[in-house]
């Protein structure tokens, strides 16, 4: 405490009402203004987290297990392709795939004025990616676009290496749940006529997912935390608006008390479900 | 021929699969190659890179000491390259099964006191260079190497802690780990580098290295304490048992029966343990230290460099690919006993 009147560090969570005087740069939800209070910043924030974590669940899932699937291929190019993905993702830090990420939108993708348009309406620029929303259309305004559903270069960045780094390691999960399963499995659905595409749904799923479910759980939570590098790409995550916030109070244990916090309730949520879930799919 | 047929063309569907997978895979490598290769410029030429279609490998060329070394006198760049071939034999010795002997840790001592010598200087004519200037490729492979060397036994108390029979050890260690378990390492990097010197008396501070990898432990110490919970629990009821019908007290029962068997079975999911760690240590990066990856998004900040963001950070997935690989075939190997 002594250390704290030194340095003339307030403590208490007393800022968190008062104006935070920064802006951010997107908000998915919640309208904010530089006139704002600090808590309504951290909370933009935590939107801006959820956000992230919840489509990048949803994208990861989804890739994984197709890469899952495909590593059990019988077809020798479809395995090979899909061990050799898994292998090199997992053993490179997820920090460089997401500066990676970022640099492939930001350099290589052309400026706004000479957008990559694959659909009509939807143009690719170092400005982000934009679509067509029901209300507009994206246009070309000067230097960037104007109307219409964008995503930042930021987002996307982060939400393209969330999603391919987690699928990796859900693969692998998806691989030995499914390799779980008692072969007598596999052959009996064979004998009673089941096509492949019926056994893997009816018979092999059902039984992999209680194998799947608890390991999955972690890479859910693995996900959700990693999202907080979003600070190094400059999405306006919970961590980043935190971190701005200690550097401009200099109130750091509560700043750091609070992103603990919301991610610990996140965590155990996340837990609380799958536990939920899996106590649902378990033998009963 | 029956090779291709059983593997690429064993019904249609799956046939159809194949050709346009052969089809875009070589339209994809021929691309890469004319990318990586043959259009690429591997002289330090800027200008040179901008014109080209290729990639721009000259800003390795020109930047490869810095990204390596980091801001350590260039003259004295001999010590940390030969500081990190050590460390990497050291872990390649330690590998084998059959140096698995008490006197591994004092091979470890003397080599560790060796990287130390060499680093700092002071000795032998060499100059004395603080730590503040350590960086690149060796400050990540020093803050993995300590991370796991104190985080180990510190895991091992607390795994003992957790399964301990009393009430408050208990709640302590799972408290601890599952808290450090439940957040992300950047809010424990936060919490060393910010709110640590808070808590200091005044006049007394602690170098940011030292800060971070105080983080680092803290961290690898609950993922490590899973670990060996793994290796304890798969120790048979019957060898605790045993050690209790000899006598011994619990601190040797632990030390000469029990914990010989629960490491040895930890080996392979420690050194999963070990490869996410030294990928995580790239994140001291947002504290504002300069390991490897911090050393390459540096040298893009340079205006002549600036743009070539794809090249660096290939090469930096190469580096660190390399290594966590090369681990993570290693501890496969153990599947195959």
Not at chain 1, 74 to 83: A, C, D, M, P, W
Not at chain 1, 166 to 178: L, Q, S, Y
Not at chain 2, 6 to 27: E, R
Not at chain 2, 29 to 54: M, P, Q, S, T, Y
């Amino acid at each position: 405490m002594a250390n704290l009147e030194e340095r003339r560090i307030a403590s208490g969570f007393g800022f968190l009402n008062r104006e935070a005087g920064f802006e951010i740069g997107e908000s998915a939800f919640l309208r904010y203004g530089a006139a704002d209070s600090y808590l309504r910043a951290l909370f933009v924030g935590l939107t801006n987290t959820l956000l992230v974590a919840a489509i990048g669940i949803v994208l990861a899932t989804i890739l994984g297990t197709v890469i899952g699937l495909c590593r059990l291929s019988k077809n020798f190019l479809l395995r090979t392709v899909s061990g050799a993905y898994i292998e090199f993702i997992r053993n490179v830090p997820l920090l460089v795939q997401l500066f990676f990420w970022y640099a492939v939108i930001t350099e290589g993708l052309p400026s706004a004025r000479e957008a990559l348009s694959p659909l009509p309406g939807v143009f690719l620029s170092n400005r982000g990616i934009f679509f067509p929303s029901f209300s507009s259309v994206p246009e070309l305004q000067g230097f960037n676009f104007a109307g219409g559903f964008a995503i930042s270069p930021e987002f996307a960045a982060l939400l393209m290496g969330l999603a391919t780094y987690t699928a990796a390691f859900i693969a692998e999960i998806v691989r030995a749940g499914i390799l779980a399963v008692d072969r007598g499995q596999n052959e009996a659905a064979h004998a009673l006529g089941l096509t492949r595409a019926q056994a893997t749904r009816l018979v092999i799923l059902p039984q992999a997912l209680r194998v799947i479910v608890p390991p999955m759980t972690s890479q859910y939570l693995n996900l959700t935390k990693n999202s907080s590098l979003a600070v190094a790409i400059g999405y306006p995550d919970l961590v980043s608006i935190a971190n701005t916030t200690m550097n401009q109070t200099g109130q750091a244990i509560e700043g750091i008390a609070v992103i603990m916090a919301v991610y610990l309730t996140i965590s155990l949520s996340i837990s609380g479900f799958m536990n939920w879930y899996n106590a649902h799919v378990a033998f009963k | 021929m029956k090779w291709l047929r059983d593997n690429l063309f064993p019904g249609w569907v799956s046939g159809v699969f194949s050709a346009l997978l052969i089809v875009i895979l070589v339209k994809s490598l021929f691309a890469f190659v004319d990318w990586a290769f043959l259009e690429a410029i591997w002289r330090a030429d800027a200008n040179a890179c901008r014109a080209a279609k290729g990639a721009c490998w000259g800003l390795i060329t020109e930047k490869h000491r810095f990204i390596l070394f980091g801001t350590y006198p260039y003259e004295q760049h001999w010590r940390p390259a030969a500081a990190s071939v050590l460390l990497i034999a050291l872990w390649t010795f330690s590998a084998f099964r059959a140096f698995w002997k008490w006197w591994l840790t004092l091979v470890w001592f003397f080599g560790l006191a060796l990287i130390g010598m060499l680093m700092w200087g002071g000795v032998f004519g060499m100059p004395y260079v603080e730590n503040e200037r350590w960086g690149g490729l060796i400050l990540t492979l020093l803050l993995s190497t300590f991370g796991v060397a104190f985080a180990f036994p510190l895991s091992i108390l607390l795994a003992l802690g957790r399964r301990s029979d009393m009430p408050i050890i208990r709640a302590l260690c799972v408290g601890y780990i599952e808290l450090i378990r439940g957040v992300p390492l950047i809010s424990v990097l936060f919490m060393a580098s910010v709110m640590l010197p808070l808590f200091l008396p005044s006049g007394v501070t602690i170098d940011k290295m030292v800060r971070a990898q105080l983080a680092i432990v803290m961290f690898a110490a609950a993922y490590l304490a899973e670990v060996v919970r793994g290796g304890l629990q798969s120790i048979p009821r019957g060898q605790y048992d045993a050690a209790h019908a000899l006598a011994l007290p619990y601190w040797r029962r632990t030390w000469l029966i029990i914990l010989p068997q629960a490491l040895r079975v930890s080996v392979p999911p420690l050194v999963n343990t070990l490869i996410a760690l030294l990928k995580d240590t790239s994140l001291v990066l947002i504290i504002g230290l300069f390991d490897l990856l911090s050393t390459v998004k540096i040298s893009l900040t340079e205006p002549a460099w600036n743009g070539f963001g794809i090249e660096a950070y290939v090469f930096a997935s190469l580096v660190y690919f390399v290594f966590c690989f090369a681990m993570s075939r290693y501890s496969r190997s153990f599947e195959h006993r």
